[in-house]
């Protein structure tokens, strides 16, 4: 019983020592800057209700391919988006693409799983997100309406997009957020921090000097808000993900997958579901249990539900877009990850 809590505890201490700092900090201060800086009218106008489909759903996963972050980092992101105005399909849309199909781990996909693997999760990973997409927006269309009505009662009409400082102050956050991740892939630890460093330091002296006090305020206000919401759902998921770790027997799972048949590949896209894989170390972990006997297809699932869901992402989701719309979202994108994973598997890899 002691090695199991100790498997969660171990979890927690890794996830607060290479994440906390570099990841979800800047991803909060991103989410807070959203809602403060930016103007609803323009997330209305090009990712709300009431724009076309085929305009923003490709502009939510195309754009959501830049950011190099994991299914928790990820969220902080999408609800700003969100609460500012923007639909429930693009929210959602940025919530599986972000993590499944960014551009790092797409390059690092190729790289150590091949070419084909990579260009298949693209195409996975997309076609996946428009049907996530479609879903969620007639799932909840009348409380969409309803929400968008209010939104839309509180605009106030502006020809300003955003102030030249607050973009500045986003782009910095991004760049905070981003470069430790790209410019530090493959470095050590201490890299990745000491360029998030740098990159903060200058958004804060950024800051101090060009943004207006109560601006600072709300801007902080806005970010405590996001982590007291996600932060405690987020450290209990990854708690109970390192105990499933420790109970779940490895050998048995590795004797699972081989083939693509639709339960492997079930399995490997639940598996990859429940877990919880930080930016670019899903490939390394498929790697590894290809070269114990899994196919294509359950690997493909894994690839797709490992980076885009976790057990911390689904309590978080579950807090801050509510109960229902978590559960129409897990259960789309499992099944989506098994069905496109199986069919890939079977047509492309047979």
């Known amino acids: 019983m002691l090695e199991i809590i100790m498997?969660?505890?171990?979890?927690?201490?890794?996830?607060?020592?290479?994440?906390?700092?570099?990841?979800?900090?800047?991803?909060f201060l991103i989410a807070g800057?959203?809602?403060?800086?930016l103007s609803r009218e323009v997330i209305i106008k090009y990712l709300g209700s009431t724009t076309k489909k085929i305009i923003s759903f490709p502009l939510a996963a195309i754009g959501s391919m830049g950011l190099a972050v994991c299914s928790?980092?990820?969220?902080?992101?999408?609800?700003?988006?969100?609460?500012?105005?923007?639909?429930?399909?693009?929210?959602?849309?940025?919530?599986?693409?972000?993590?499944?199909?960014?551009?790092?781990?797409?390059?690092?996909?190729?790289?150590?799983?091949?070419?084909?693997?990579?260009?298949?999760?693209?195409?996975?990973?997309?076609?996946t997100s428009l049907i996530v997409g479609i879903v969620m927006v007639n799932?909840?269309?009348?409380?969409?309406?309803?929400?968008?009505?209010?939104?839309?009662?509180?605009?106030?009409?502006?020809?300003?997009?955003?102030?030249?400082?607050?973009?500045?102050?986003?782009?910095l956050l991004v760049l905070t957020l981003l470069l430790p991740n790209y410019a530090g892939a493959g470095r050590p630890y201490i890299d990745k921090v000491l360029i998030f460093s740098i990159f903060m330091i200058i958004t804060i002296v950024?800051?101090?000097?060009?943004?207006?006090?109560?601006?600072?305020?709300?801007?902080l206000k806005e970010t405590l808000w996001f982590m007291r919401t996600m932060f405690p759902l987020l450290l209990l998921g990854v708690f109970i993900v390192g105990i499933i770790g420790k109970v779940l027997p490895e050998d048995w799972i590795t004797t699972l997958f081989g083939g693509s048949g639709l339960l492997a590949t079930f399995l490997a896209t639940l598996i990859g579901a429940l877990s919880y894989f930080a930016t670019l170390t899903e490939a390394p972990f498929v790697h590894t249990l290809m070269s114990l006997g899994m196919g294509k297809?359950?690997?493909?699932?894994?690839?797709?539900?490992?980076?885009?869901?976790s057990l911390p992402?689904?309590?978080?989701?579950?807090?801050?877009?509510?109960?229902k719309k978590a559960i129409?979202?897990?259960?789309?994108?499992?099944?989506?990850?098994?069905?496109?994973?199986?069919?890939?598997?079977?047509?492309?890899?047979?």
Not at 206 to 219: A, E, G, P, T
Not at 339 to 346: E, K, L, P
């Open 7 to 27: 498997g969660g505890l171990e979890a927690l201490q890794e996830y607060i020592a290479f994440h906390i700092l570099t990841c979800l900090i800047p991803a």
């Open 33 to 37: 800057a959203i809602t403060t800086f």
């Open 72 to 127: 928790c980092t990820i969220i902080p992101i999408a609800s700003g988006l969100y609460r500012k105005g923007g639909s429930i399909g693009p929210a959602f849309i940025m919530l599986w693409t972000a993590p499944a199909m960014n551009i790092l781990a797409l390059v690092y996909t190729g790289a150590i799983l091949g070419i084909d693997m990579a260009i298949m999760r693209i195409i996975a990973a997309l076609s």
């Open 139 to 171: 799932s909840f269309k009348k409380e969409e309406e309803l929400r968008m009505k209010k939104l839309s009662d509180k605009r106030q009409l502006s020809n300003k997009i955003i102030d030249k400082k607050a973009l500045i102050l986003i782009l």
């Open 206 to 219: 950024y800051v101090w000097r060009f943004i207006d006090f109560n601006l600072i305020k709300d801007w």
């Open 297 to 309: 297809g359950p690997a493909l699932g894994l690839l797709l539900a490992g980076p885009g869901l």
């Open 313 to 323: 992402n689904m309590l978080t989701i579950s807090r801050v877009f509510g109960v």
């Open 328 to 350: 129409v979202y897990i259960l789309t994108t499992i099944f989506l990850a098994t069905i496109t994973s199986f069919i890939i598997g079977n047509v492309f890899w047979k």
